[in-house]
């Protein structure tokens, strides 16, 4: 019997918007793994955190490196971020952004880069140029502003305040840790019962992310997860209209995969979008076959 719901129509969005956030995934997901949900749902690189929220596990073992990303979720967790808090900051912020204009975005970035302040991550990511994530190499925010001032609008405020709302619900009675840390620990804490979900940052591709990420580091993480006990579900992109991506028919030809499309955006028109075809990778026993769709 699934734990999980087989299908999840109308995913949610969480209150962080990152670069590589998976939300629209969720559905091929669920329609496409079967565990028995009496391990642990395993997420080494969480991200925005929209695979977790949506698929809603009893008990998961959650990690990234980025350890801003996990300090919000954390203190969502302790209520020390809510809804109330954040909407308070943020009108407090927003105000203060309308009428000094990007210096203060520059003010805050800089304060956030001294103390880590998960109110500041989130007034942050919410104003900073397309929602982008990404650190220098010595660990400081590097987004330039947004450009718009009056960015923290009443109806945007409540939106983001929402998200959070949503994710306090949502981690009410739940076994959840957050914590920061490589994918390497991650995977070792794995036993047989569990279901690990991968999405690391993606190979021979533009990164901006907290740490960085070669063809070694996949290489040695395709074949740590070939090793695991448990099962896996794993993200990587496929082929665009360029090329096709070696790394899968290197480590996992033998592997059942599905494959769906995604549009990335790299400039303000239309037409500067790039076609992805995104490929989930699974481990055999944990594949659900279904409307006759069958591994590769
Ligand atoms: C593609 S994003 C995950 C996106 C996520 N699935 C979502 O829907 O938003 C990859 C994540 O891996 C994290 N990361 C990069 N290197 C890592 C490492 N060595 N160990 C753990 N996490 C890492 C990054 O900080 C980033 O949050």
């Known amino acids: 019997m699934l734990p999980l719901p087989r299908y999840c129509q109308k995913p949610k969005v969480p209150p962080i918007k990152s670069q590589g956030i998976k939300t629209r995934l969720v559905p091929l ?19 925005s955190g929209a695979v977790l929220f949506n698929i809603q596990p009893d008990k998961a073992r959650i990690a990234d490196t980025n350890r801003h990303v996990i300090e919000v979720y954390r203190s969502i967790q302790t209520g020390v971020l809510s809804s109330a808090s954040l909407r308070e900051s ?29 109110f500041d991550f ?15 190499s010595k660990g400081k925010f590097n987004v330039p502003f947004c450009k718009k001032v009056d960015r923290f609008r009443p109806a945007y405020i409540t ?62 993480l395709a074949v740590a997860i070939k090793d695991l006990t448990c099962g896996f579900a794993y993200s990587m992109w496929k082929k665009n209209k360029y090329r096709e991506n070696e790394h899968l028919s290197k480590h996992f030809s033998q592997y059942p995969c599905v494959t769906y499309h995604h549009y990335y955006h790299v400039g303000a028109t239309e037409h500067l979008r790039n076609a992805m075809e995104e490929a989930l990778i699974i481990s055999p026993n944990f594949f659900a076959i279904e409307d006759g769709r069958s591994g590769t």
């Open 159 to 220: 939106k983001v305040c929402n998200q959070v709302d949503w994710v306090a619900r949502t981690l009410q009675g739940k076994e959840w840790m957050f914590v920061v840390q490589d994918w390497r620990e991650t995977l070792a804490s794995t036993t047989s019962g569990d279901f690990v979900y991968l999405d690391p940052p993606y190979i021979g591709r533009h990164t901006d992310y907290f740490s960085h990420w070669n063809d070694a580091e996949a290489d040695e």
């Open 29 to 47: 997901i669920l329609s496409s793994i079967q565990w028995d949900g009496k391990g642990w749902w395993v997420e080494p690189f969480l991200g």
């Open 122 to 136: 989130i007034f942050l990511n919410r104003a900073s140029f397309n929602g982008v994530i990404r650190f220098n």
């Open 90 to 118: 943020l009108e407090q912020e927003g105000k203060k952004l309308a009428a000094q204009g990007e210096d203060y975005y520059y003010e805050v970035r800089e304060r956030f880069n001294d103390s880590g302040n998960p």
